[in-house]
């Protein structure tokens, strides 16, 4: 059974920072990309990062020099590290393995000006 589990989510004020945690169970986590999506209301859910196996990292060009993926395989955890947060930023932020095609629940971002 394929497990999601996100957390890290909450409010703050713009410009400031929050860090997202995934931790996965079910998978051969190291072999695996992980990605973050997010979803704001009335939007479509969007690509916001994507690390592989082999770290190699891409982000949304929305995002980029802002926030960071990164993954610790020896914890079966992926990370998005947000900074200079923005209101446009306020989303559910979902954790999402590519290879398997399972969702986590979803961690609400809100930011204020």
């Known amino acids: 059974q394929v497990q999601l589990v996100e957390s890290g989510g909450g409010s703050v004020q713009a410009g400031g920072s929050l860090r997202l945690s995934c931790a996965a169970s079910g998978i051969i986590f190291s072999s695996n990309s992980m990605a973050w999506h997010r979803q704001a209301p009335g939007e479509q859910r969007e690509l916001v990062a994507t690390i592989t196996s082999f770290r190699t990292t891409i982000y949304a060009d929305s995002v980029k020099g802002r926030f960071t993926i990164s993954r610790d395989n020896a914890k079966n955890t992926v990370y998005l590290q947000m900074d200079s947060l923005k209101p446009e930023d306020t989303a559910v932020y979902y954790c999402?393995?590519?290879?398997?095609?399972?969702w986590g629940q979803g961690t609400q971002v809100t930011v204020s000006a």
């Open positions: 999402y393995a590519p290879e398997v095609r399972y």
